[in-house]
């Protein structure tokens, strides 16, 4: 992998974490059982991408 494409994927990586926690945190603050539940389901699929984007390191 060269060092820009090691660079993007880093990026990637807090991004997709960045959006992790901010999701998590929305679905702890939430009361709506429906919205919280929407929250919790961005935050397994932002990790699941952070995840994937872990792969390639």
């Known amino acids: ?18 959006l992790t926690i901010q999701c998590r945190e929305a679905a702890s603050r939430l009361t709506d059982p429906v919205l919280r ?4 389901q961005l935050t397994n699929s932002n990790q699941q991408l952070f995840d994937r984007f872990f792969e390639l390191v």
Request: no cysteine; charged share 25%; hydrophobic share 40%.
């Open 37 to 40: 539940e929407q929250a919790q």
């Open 1 to 18: 992998m060269s060092p820009k494409e090691l660079l993007y994927v880093e990026d990637a990586l807090g991004h997709a974490q960045f």
